[in-house]
């Protein structure tokens, strides 16, 4: 059974750091893409960043320059480093794998107001 973890979520203020984290159970985590999704109120959920298992990114453009995804395969977790936030950064953030199906962690909820 694969269980995706989010955590560090919160309230920042306009132009403030977070960094979240996505812990992944089992040994699947080397060999996979894994995904940063986010979904604001009213909203569909869209992506955010991959990054692939030899570490080559991509992001929404919305997002480019001012996060950063990576991972470290010895704790099976992927982090998403979030600089320069903005109020339409407001969001439940979910991180995302595929192994023959979709897997989903519960989301962590960033806020970004003053």
């Known amino acids: 059974q694969v269980q995706l973890v989010e955590s560090g979520g919160g309230l920042v203020q306009p132009g403030g750091s977070l960094r979240l984290s996505c812990v992944t159970s089992?040994?699947?985590?080397?060999?996979?893409?894994m995904h940063w999704y986010r979904q604001a109120p009213g909203k569909e959920r869209e992506s955010v960043a991959t990054?692939?298992?030899?570490?080559?990114?991509n992001y929404a453009d919305s997002v480019k320059g001012r996060f950063t995804i990576s991972r470290d395969n010895t704790k099976n977790t992927v982090y998403l480093q979030m600089n320069s936030l903005k109020p339409e950064d407001t969001a439940v953030y979910y991180c995302?794998?595929?192994?023959?199906?979709?897997?989903w962690g519960r989301g962590t909820q960033v806020t970004v107001s003053s």
């Open positions: 089992g040994s699947i985590f080397s060999t996979h893409i």
């Open positions: 995302h794998l595929w192994l023959g199906r979709d897997y």
């Open positions: 990054i692939n298992t030899s570490g080559d990114t």
